[in-house]
């Protein structure tokens, strides 16, 4: 047996960057800042998200700095070679399933929890 789900809240740490491809595709990618529980943890752990196709749509368009969201994924990790030195390098990414954008009333129009999973579309 193999499971590999994430679950996280946090804040979100910057604009997301999205790019679009000439397929048609959207990615965003986003960092996400999420405290611990521990009482002596004054800085958060942060996360490179990645989204794809219409949840990659929904965070471009209503995500931004500072906004309180959750997300469930997996993690996967991206591999490639330094430009420069020719070494290998990795780096641990959360591969985005599902997005729902949480928060109080000010933050979101409607004041409820807006939930985005890219196989509903």
Known sequence: MSLNVVNLVGRVGGDPEVKYFESGKVKCKLTLAVDRRSRNSD?????????WGKTAEVAANYVRKGKLIGV??????????????????????????????LGSKRENDTGTVESYNDTEF
């Open 43 to 51: 800085q958060p752990d942060w996360f490179t998200l990645e989204l």
């Open 72 to 101: 469930q994924g997996s993690l996967k990790i991206d591999h490639w070679s330094d430009r420069t030195t020719g070494v290998e390098r990795s780096t641990p990414i959360i591969q985005v399933d599902r997005l729902e954008l």
